[in-house]
């Protein structure tokens, strides 16, 4: 539901599809550039090459959906890039809890969710600033993502109603790991977030180890940072 209305016009084959610069064999190449780079888990890879990403920014950037790079999609944020989106996948993947209920804090366009949906029985996804999340929530279900939930809420709460999480993925950076996450975790789940102030963040992964929470960190990214407050449509 979106703002009280049932979406009901879903893609078509052709719009999913794409032509040219967002065709098949686009995404195939995006897809060999990501082993390139190392990216090794090929259930990740294929979903990478099945989700349309062109359908996820504007139409002036569309040509550009497969380049490994993250554009802008208003209220200044941006869309990853394809390696993070697909290494942070990889990561949850890796540590087991597949087929659960994840919690993505900060939902942006919708991309990362679409991607977490091919591999979780529910995704609930948290946005902050309405616009993006009315967006994310049409796109996902014009892509018949029943199971994908985009909550307009602050994410420095996290969602305690949906709790517990087999995993919780965040695409926005605190200054530190947050407890309020770690709380709606379930015993074997894992928290996966950059944490970190401008351009020192660390991905990060958080994980229980039978008598404390422990964490590791994965190397550097760039995300904007976690920020409290609504911002209205």
Known sequence: MVGGARVSDSYTDLEIQGAGMTSQRTRDRMAERLQEQGIRHMQVLNVMRRVPRHLFIEEALAHRAYEDTA?????????SQPWVVERMTEILLECGPVGGRVLEIGTGC????????????????VERIQALQKKASVRLQRLGLEHCEVIFA???????????????LAAAAPWGIPEFLLEQLEPTGCLLL???????????????????????TLGQVKFVPMLGGLKGA
């Open 194 to 216: 950059p944490v970190g102030k401008g351009e020192s963040q660390e991905l990060t992964l958080v994980q229980w180890s039978g008598q404390r929470w422990e964490s590791r």
């Open 154 to 168: 602050d994410g420095m709460s996290g969602w305690p109603a949906g709790a517990p999480y087999s995993a919780i």
């Open 71 to 79: 554009l802008p999609i208003g209220f200044g944020q941006t869309i």
């Open 110 to 125: 919708g991309y990362q969710t679409a991607v977490l949906a091919e591999f979780f029985s529910q995704v609930i996804s």
